[in-house]
T-cell receptor
């Protein structure tokens, strides 16, 4: 597609349930980021994928959070045993990465997660 | 520690007046500097970036930003604000050798008719 696609756009779940959020980056973009944005807050880095390199998971807030990227394209962010504090908008972004890259990130519209 | 500061949570400007959204940073070396905008219920969109060269960078929707190395600032400006400019604006900085962006907390810009 022309842009970064995220699904679902909205997800309401009960505390304790698992959720999966999907990101389909722009074709050819080798870098993929997941961020979390709480209401009225800035962006919290979660995880970064770049090609076949090991992902940077340093931003994942707990072991309930995990992410994978299959075939260097689509990524899935999984939150297990959701808690109310997980309620937020989860943003995915992709980017080209080249030598001396200065390129900007292209963001999806986000997945809004509400944990009841 | 590396950081980006957007000192104003909210900026209110009358339509037609000039606007400035402030950003200062504390990052080593000569970083890349970015501005992004987030319209209500939308993802972030790239506005402009500073890499090197002229200190005044022009971007989308008539926005520009002025890089000041001595003050480590990268303020976003527009000569004449539109109501449609009302949105959340984020400043971000990246070291040249690093893929990670350091984000400001965002500034809500409200343009009143």
């Amino acid at each position: 597609g022309a842009g970064v696609s995220q699904s679902p756009s909205n997800k309401v779940t009960e505390k304790g349930k698992d959720v999966e959020l999907r990101c389909d980056p722009i074709s050819g973009h080798t870098a993929l980021y997941w961020y979390r944005q709480s209401l009225g807050q800035g962006l919290e880095f979660l995880i970064y994928f770049q090609g076949n390199s090991a992902p940077d998971k340093s931003g994942l807030p707990s072991d309930r959070f995990s992410a994978e990227r299959t075939g260097g394209s689509v990524s899935t962010l999984t939150i297990q045993r959701t808690q109310q504090e997980d309620s937020a908008v989860y943003l995915c972004a992709s980017s080209l990465v080249r030598v001396a890259n200065t390129g900007e990130l292209f963001f999806g519209e986000g997945s809004r997660l509400t944990v009841l | 520690a590396q950081s980006v500061a957007q000192p104003e949570d909210q900026v209110n400007v009358a339509e037609g007046n000039p606007l400035t959204v402030k950003c200062t940073y504390s990052v080593s070396g000569n970083p890349y500097l970015f501005w992004y905008v987030q319209y209500p219920n939308r993802g972030l969109q790239f506005l402009l970036k500073y890499i090197t060269g002229d200190n005044l960078v022009k971007g989308s929707y008539g926005f520009e930003a002025e890089f000041n190395k001595s003050q480590t600032s990268f303020h976003l400006k527009k000569p004449s604000a539109l109501v449609s400019d009302s949105a959340l604006y984020f400043c971000a900085v990246r070291e040249r050798s690093n893929y990670q962006l350091i984000w400001g907390a965002g500034t809500k810009l409200i343009i009143k008719p």
